[in-house]
């Protein structure tokens, strides 16, 4: 298998310019801006039905962290079916406990969930909230996980690149090590060949205009300056860019 270029999307718009640009795999969000939440059941069926992507939805209720509330993980077992239902070939998750530690049982409920389904379980990047990364990856190695998404506990995976080598040396051949967070056409080759990696995830994000955005005195504007009437969308020209530039 050659390298993965895996796009973060935000909508059906996005999936269309991620397939254009020539990537095969997807994470399918909904409101990018909150760090990407639970795509709807439509979205995931129109790009099943449409386009010739993978696609690996992700399964989270809410912004900020990723330790919830029994209503909120209630929802997130529900949604993980939903979105599994309507044709999505994986799901992205990530429960913590409240020191930072994985939550053995949440996560193992979501994996099996998935694995009734016969999807890709996939661990974002709550990952590089915990503490100890080489006994995370252990535990779930242990409950089946199928991949972990990222940026060696860093900000940006290119600062995080030792960590990333260094768990792609301990467990490259018992887990796939997806690395992200400020990956693109310009720096993803470089990153492959230091890591030993043979995938990276990216949003290839580019700015599309609404000019109804702010009127009036009102503002419903996600960015500021001269982006204030902008929201963010997938870019096929980046998604090729990268696509490219990780070809063997």
């Not at 069926?45 to 909120?72: H, Q, T, W």
Request: with cysteine; hydrophobic share 40%.
């Amino acid at each position: 298998m050659g390298v993965v270029a895996e796009i973060c999307c935000g909508s059906y718009y996005d999936a269309k310019q991620a397939a254009l640009g020539g990537a095969g795999r997807i994470e399918l969000n909904g409101a990018l801006m909150l760090g990407g939440l639970t795509p709807t059941a439509a979205v995931v069926s129109m790009v099943k039905e449409n386009l010739d992507l993978k696609v690996i939805a992700m399964v989270r209720p809410r912004g900020a962290g990723f330790c919830y509330l029994e209503e909120e993980f209630a929802v997130m077992e529900r949604e993980c079916r939903e979105v599994l239902a309507a044709g999505a070939d994986g799901a992205a998750f990530g429960c913590l406990r409240r020191d930072g530690s994985p939550d053995p049982e949440r996560n193992k409920r979501l994996v099996d969930i998935i694995r009734e389904r016969g999807g890709e379980a996939v661990f974002h990047r709550a990952f590089d909230c915990t503490d100890d990364p080489f006994e995370t990856m252990e535990q779930l190695i242990a409950m089946g996980v199928d991949r972990v998404l990222t940026s060696g506990l860093k900000p940006k995976a290119w600062e995080g690149r030792d960590m990333i080598r260094s768990l792609q040396e301990e467990f490259g051949n018992r887990i796939q090590i997806l690395a992200g967070s400020g990956v693109n056409g310009t720096n993803a080759g470089k990153l492959i060949k230091y890591t030993g990696i043979s995938q990276v995830h990216s949003s290839c994000k580019t700015w599309l205009p609404d000019p109804t955005t702010v009127r009036n005195g009102v503002s419903y504007s996600i960015a500021n300056g001269s982006l204030s009437m902008s929201y963010d969308g997938v870019s096929a020209e980046l998604v090729r860019e990268l696509v490219e530039s990780v070809k063997e």
